[in-house]
């Protein structure tokens, strides 16, 4: 609940010093323009998150920042989405992967969640154990 007055609080506070910098026209200008690029991002997050699938299964990604980077592209386009100054400048710094593996950095400590680091490099041929199964189906031996 105080998150949530303080954030109130930050987001009138902002709001009402942009929207009389810029004047009612453009704050609602504003206000549809976000909502429509918060949007866009909605409906092309599944472009991000495959091609985030691919950087990990490649192991150029590591699974604490394929997770970090995907939630944080979520949350900042349903950020862009919500009216309101504070919370677009938000959002769009969500978008970037620094400012959203910063914050992730900053929950993670505050919340006291240990880094989990797992190996992603991909097996060698000969590497793994694999048995090798032929399956021959009869439609005869079922009757």
Known sequence: M????????????VSVEIASAIG?????????????????LLTNFRYTFFENMRAL???????????NQNIAALIGAILLIVP???????????????FSS????RFAQKSGIDDIHVDTRAFNQGDTD?????????????K
């Open 2 to 13: 105080l998150y949530f007055l303080a954030y109130l609080f930050i987001e009138t506070l």
């Open 24 to 40: 009612p026209f453009w704050t609602f200008v504003e206000i549809i323009v976000s909502a429509i690029v918060g949007l866009l």
């Open 57 to 67: 299964s490649e192991g150029r990604l590591s699974p604490e920042s394929f997770q």
């Open 84 to 98: 309101g100054f504070f919370t677009d400048i938000v959002g769009v710094l969500l978008q970037f992967g620094v």
């Open 102 to 105: 910063l914050l992730a950095r």
């Open 130 to 142: 694999v048995i090798d199964v032929e399956i021959i189906d009869r439609l005869d031996d079922r």
